[in-house]
């Protein structure tokens, strides 16, 4: 049974409309890394195996959901991460996390895949950087299952490389019958990758520095009738906030046909997407 056929629906979710569906329990995993592999210069695959994942994993298809990623300390190798006890979570320490988003399950081999952009700074993208077969990582989460409308004609997926892994899973589970446009802000032509799906897809890379998110989303032509489109934005925090209000105030847009998530803060090391500010105007 798909998580979809779970009957466990809770929300509104923050962005008004959006279904959650909250799991029971947060799963805690200790993970090992099976194998790496770079994607394109600035992105490495991290497939996560271990005894933890035998009994799988809420995989919810066309709901691009988050981890909490708990890392060994980058100088004492310590890795902290909170235990559930009778009396709730307890942590032996303080733990080092950020959050990353399921690129991909395999049921079969019981595999959890991980996408990380070497940036070049941050606990995080250092140890992904040195990544190696063995290394150890605790999962947490997800803690609910973003379930995204699937009965759109057009979806507008846009971010940077970090909402690369989202904007990926969008564009492979859309329906067949949907139109995917896909606007992805990457470095430049070496970072571009290939990706496919069963709907129609106009996908776009964008190379920072000559060009901008926000300039390809105003040279996008929308479409006439923008009542069935529904659009996924994710990326750096001030970046997007231009972004909204040409959805929300340009393209007239309401609020349950758009997600948009700050998912980093340039200068702010663990930054809180919970913090990004709905400019709601
Ligand atoms: C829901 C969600 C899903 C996410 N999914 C992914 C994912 O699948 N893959 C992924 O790579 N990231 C993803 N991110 C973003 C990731 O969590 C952040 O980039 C995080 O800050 C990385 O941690 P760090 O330890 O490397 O850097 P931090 O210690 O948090 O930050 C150190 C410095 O690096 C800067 N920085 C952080 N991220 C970047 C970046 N991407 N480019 C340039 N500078 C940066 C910060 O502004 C800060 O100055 C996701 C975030 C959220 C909220």
Known sequence: MSMRDLPRFSGPNRTGELRLNYLDRLARRELRVARCHDVTPRYRRVVLTGEDLQTGFPYAVFAPDHVRVFFPHPETGVLVAPRETPDGWVSDGEPIHRDYTVRAWDPARHELTL???????????????SVQPGDQL?????????????DCPRYLALGDETALPAIARIIEEAPATAHVTALIEIAGPAEEQDLTGPATLDLHWIHR????????LRAWTPPVDVAGLFVFAAGETNALKPIRRYLRNDLGLTRDQIVVDGYWKRGVADFDHHNYELDDN
């Open 115 to 129: 996408d990380f952009v070497l940036h070049g700074h941050g606990v995080a993208s250092r140890w992904a950087e």
């Open 209 to 216: 520095g000559p060009g901008s998110l926000e300039q390809g």
């Open 138 to 150: 605790v999962v947490n989460g997800p803690s609910a299952n973003w379930l995204l409308p699937e």
